[in-house]
């Protein structure tokens, strides 16, 4: 980017270089802060001040996974041997892992993520699927009253979730939806669709419609020029909405919060509600917060050629 | 659907499979009828028990009270004061965003070593679940062992205990997350002002005030509109946050909603608050949408 503009900003140069450096630390603080939470032995966690330098260890992780019980007397050496690795670091805290059988009893959190990601991965193939070809509908044909069609659809996603909510508990109660994977599907499909359309539509724009022409006088037929030549040159497109909507239906809050409760209760509400009961273990909360946190920061990186595009509905291109 | 019958009846492609007509009506009405029942039928279904005194949790039918919700809600002083503490959540978080996120693209529009990496990585937390990040702030903003306090030095502040620290520490967390959006935008427009215009306010020996607020404000003026109305209107509506943060001491309209609705079951009372809480939102994207237009003619 053409950027130093003026002997001011030029003479500025280290200095800035220094800020953005500063600037890149602040913002970053609070997303290290939980991460090395998660590292931490549960004894220094709540330290004031602050640890910085300790030896990292699991342990947090395979609390976040297990369901444990207080040891009432130190096991005996020939079990600690026998135990593997990552139960070993359950003893040295006084705890056991609980078993039905050899079976270890996990806890609620892979269910829960889970679920998030069983919701979040229909719900993006459902709107994903269905925006693509409405996009190519309003890319590709004129139509009177479009933009109308358009900004109606655009409005639908504006619909503040608990708005919506209120109805969709009154009618999934009738329908017996709450608290399936079913129900969150479908109020995630619809809140994505208009989403997906309206991204979709900005990629298809872009493809030069002379390819389809092109296709059709050489015998292809209108959906076969669709499927063999839009649907291939449109594939980044696509990959893009589709981590788009992902993220989306995985953060989602209200909507889970409102419908579900156990059977199909996805992360976002569940993490949270630790919190509210008994003494809660800040190192194994920063542990799920992290594992559910990964996920979102991988795809940021995969999509950083495309987050303009994505959070302005494709107005804006780069 | 009020549409159909523009295409050339006599494509090439029309006389080969589906025609152009069908392709179309069947490509865009699934999407459109989906939305429909999923949700305008349950925005029309609320709109009826707007007007009655129905209980969710009451096995009783709806009774017609008219307009009785709407008066008693419109004159309930509760109620503007749920609005008036989301619209000082919405200046204190928006205008900090605005700030932040325009300062941070100033920062970041010029050459440095690691620039793409570091513009991600500031991205990060914007795609990231306002519940968590409630949750997460929430250990930060521990009073007697959080880290905030200790790096400000400030003992044992209070931050989510009483509305009015509330209000300020759950919109520090929002520009936190939000900041990154506008410097986004602002960073695409400043890297679409041509490079020309400053080479001549260089040569005309203008000084940097002059050409910042001649050049570079202007011409990155509508981007900065687009994130100012969107943020406001994500804003108004925003209730994760606040929610796992505070719910007691920022009481923003729609956890005024939640609560009405899921923790009362005042059904019918709170469809008629979603409605009016409906019709501000729809206006704001209203003005959104247009502008959104209007910046992609350009």
């Not at chain 1, 390819?211 to 959906?223: F, I, K, P, Q, T």
């Not at chain 2, 349950?42 to 028990?49: A, D, E, I, Q």
């Amino acid at each position: 980017m053409p950027a130093v503009t003026s002997r001011a900003q030029r003479a500025a140069h280290p200095i800035a270089i220094v800020a953005i450096a500063a600037a890149t630390l602040i913002f970053l603080a609070p997303i290290l802060w939980i991460a090395s939470t998660a590292f931490k032995p549960r004894a220094i966690a709540t330290s004031v001040p602050p640890t910085v330098v300790f030896t990292p260890e699991v342990t947090p992780f395979v609390k976040l996974f297990t369901k444990r019980v207080q040891l009432k007397e130190p096991p005996t050496p020939e079990a600690y041997e026998a135990a593997p690795w990552w139960e070993k670091t359950i003893l040295d805290g006084g705890e056991r892992v609980l078993r039905v059988g050899d079976d270890v009893q996990l806890s609620q959190y892979p269910n829960r993520f889970l679920n998030s990601l069983i919701v979040a991965v229909i719900s993006t193939v459902l709107a994903v699927g269905m925006g693509t070809f409405t996009a190519y509908g309003f890319s590709r044909f004129k139509m009177a009253g479009e933009a109308d069609l358009l900004f109606f659809i655009l409005s639908t996603r504006m619909l503040p979730p608990i708005v919506v909510a209120i109805p969709m508990f009154l009618m999934y109660r009738t329908f017996g939806l709450t608290d399936t994977h079913v129900g969150l599907i479908i109020l995630y499909t619809a809140f994505n669709l208009s989403f997906s359309v309206w991204l979709m539509k900005g990629f298809i724009d872009e493809i030069p419609k002379e390819y389809e022409e092109a296709a059709l006088v050489d015998g292809y037929s209108r959906l076969e020029a669709f499927f063999k030549i839009v649907l291939p040159e449109a594939a980044t497109g696509i990959a893009a909405t589709a981590v788009f909507c992902f993220i989306t239906a995985w953060n989602e809050y209200a909507f889970a919060l409102i419908l579900t409760n156990r059977r199909a209760q996805t992360a976002p509400p569940f993490i949270p509600s630790q919190i509210g009961s008994g003494l809660p273990e800040w190192t194994v909360i920063a542990a799920g917060t992290l594992l559910f946190l990964l996920p979102v920061a991988i795809f940021t990186f995969a999509l950083r050629n495309h987050l303009l595009r994505g959070v302005t509905f494709g107005a804006i291109r780069k | 659907m009020a549409v159909l019958a523009t295409l050339d009846p006599n494509s090439r492609a029309a006389s080969r499979g589906w025609s152009d007509l069908t392709i179309r009506n069947a490509f865009i009405l699934p999407t459109i009828i989906f939305l429909i029942v999923f949700n305008i039928f349950p925005l029309v279904y609320s709109l009826g028990f707007s007007f009655t005194n129905y209980r969710a949790s009451v096995n009783r039918p709806a009774e017609f009270v008219g307009l009785q919700n709407y008066r008693e809600l419109l004159s309930n002083p509760d109620i503007w004061n749920n609005f008036t503490i989301t619209a000082q959540y919405v200046i204190l978080s928006v205008g900090g965003q605005m700030i932040v996120g325009f300062g941070l693209a100033l920062l970041l529009n010029r050459k440095f070593p690691f620039k793409g990496l570091v513009t991600t990585l500031l991205l990060l937390p914007m795609m990231l679940s306002p519940a968590v990040v409630g949750l997460f702030w929430k250990l930060l903003y521990d009073p007697s062992w959080g880290p905030i306090n200790y790096a400000l030095g400030i003992g044992k502040f209070e931050w989510l205990s009483n509305p009015t620290n509330a209000l300020i520490a759950t919109a520090l967390t929002d520009i936190w997350m939000w900041s990154p959006f506008v410097m986004l935008l602002a960073l695409a427009g400043l890297s679409a002002v041509p490079k020309h215009l400053y080479e001549a306010a260089a040569i005309d020996r203008a000084g940097t005030f002059y050409t910042f607020f001649r050049i570079t404000l202007p011409l990155i003026t509508p981007l900065l509109l687009i994130a100012l109305i969107f943020r406001t209107m994500e804003a108004f509506k925003t209730f994760d946050l606040p929610f796992v943060m505070s719910t007691a001491n920022v009481q923003t309209i729609a956890i005024r909603l939640y609560q009405m609705a899921f923790q009362s079951w005042d059904t019918g009372r709170a469809s008629a608050l979603a409605y009016i809480v409906l019709i501000v939102v729809l206006a704001i994207t209203n003005i959104y949408v247009k502008y959104l237009n209007k910046v992609k003619e350009r």
